[in-house]
């Protein structure tokens, strides 16, 4: 069993397709399906189903699949250690984030790293805190960026706190609230609400605040995207809370001071285990060169 051989079954199961793999293979059509017989002979089983309309996997293909995964970061991980034992980064980077961190720009660090680090392979995975630190922890995901109330701490991974920040109140520029200088949760407990999905950490934050205050309030709108979640408040929808350092990166809104707004942290977290040579040159990039235990 060959690592090309895998490559070629991965790229077929990722495409459902035998021509956009070969292209992604960057081999002709009739090599990579030669190999791929030639490991099902091999393995005495099919791994893909094959009509004229698609392609699938078998459940002996789903059964070998993530082994085959498996099998071919391992290369790629030795692969980049090799090449940092002899002074060069290379390999893969994979970097998640909450949609509104604002303590690290994270565009201009991966900037930096891909110009001191250029031959690393980036990729960004957007999603919830706690979704992250899940990944984190499993190895999907290297380092990611979070936001949590201040009740909750990561575990099970390395942490660095980056900064703190209060949530403030987001109204469209023609909204009642909108000239206010400061208003309390009691006053934005009368307002129609757009807020992340329930048992979120970013909707945690204001659920608790609203509920050790003795209050509720009227969620009318789930949005997954924070961006998305500010242009509905611009449209007259309803009110939203978030973090000022967040909310100065928006338009077509208006901010307004919560006397008794809770408090989001964020993290940087990374595995706990051993790190690729990329994922330890991107934390220094962040100025965190002791991240090897840190907790």
Not at 53 to 59: A, C, E, I, S, Y
Request: charged share 25%; aromatic share 6%.
């Amino acid at each position: 069993m060959e690592l090309q051989q895998m490559r070629y079954v991965v790229a077929v199961a990722e495409t459902n397709s035998f021509t956009r793999a070969a292209e992604r293979c960057l081999v002709v059509q009739s090599a990579l399906s030669h190999q791929i017989a030639r490991l099902e002979r091999e393995l005495g089983a099919r791994l893909f189903e094959r009509t004229t309309r698609r392609v699938r996997l078998t459940p002996a293909g789903a059964a070998f699949l993530p082994a085959a995964r498996q099998c071919l970061d391992a290369a790629e991980r030795a692969a980049a250690e090799v090449a940092a034992a002899v002074g060069e980064v290379r390999g893969r980077l994979s970097v998640g984030l909450i949609p509104s961190v604002a303590a690290v720009d994270i565009p201009r660090a991966l900037r930096d790293f891909r110009r001191q680090y250029p031959k690393v392979r980036i990729s960004l995975r957007v999603g919830a805190s706690d979704d992250l630190v899940e990944q984190v922890e499993q190895g999907a995901v290297e380092v990611a960026f979070l936001g949590l109330p201040t009740t909750v701490r990561p575990e099970g991974v390395g942490v660095r706190e980056l900064a703190r920040d209060r949530l403030v109140a987001v109204v469209a520029p023609d909204h009642p609230l909108a000239d206010e200088p400061a208003v309390d949760l009691r006053r934005l407990s009368s307002e129609v609400f757009v807020d992340l999905p329930a048992k979120t950490a970013g909707r945690a934050q204001s659920d608790l605040a609203f509920s050790a205050a003795g209050l509720t309030r009227d969620v009318a709108f789930e949005v997954t995207n924070a961006d998305f979640l500010a242009r509905m408040v611009g449209q007259g929808l309803g009110v939203a809370m978030l973090p000022s350092a967040y909310v100065a990166q928006l338009s077509g809104v208006t901010t307004v001071e919560v006397t008794d707004a809770p408090t989001r942290v964020e993290y940087v977290i990374w595995s706990p285990g051993s790190r690729t040579p990329a994922a330890t040159a991107f934390l220094r990039i962040l100025d965190i060169p002791d991240a090897h235990g840190a907790q």
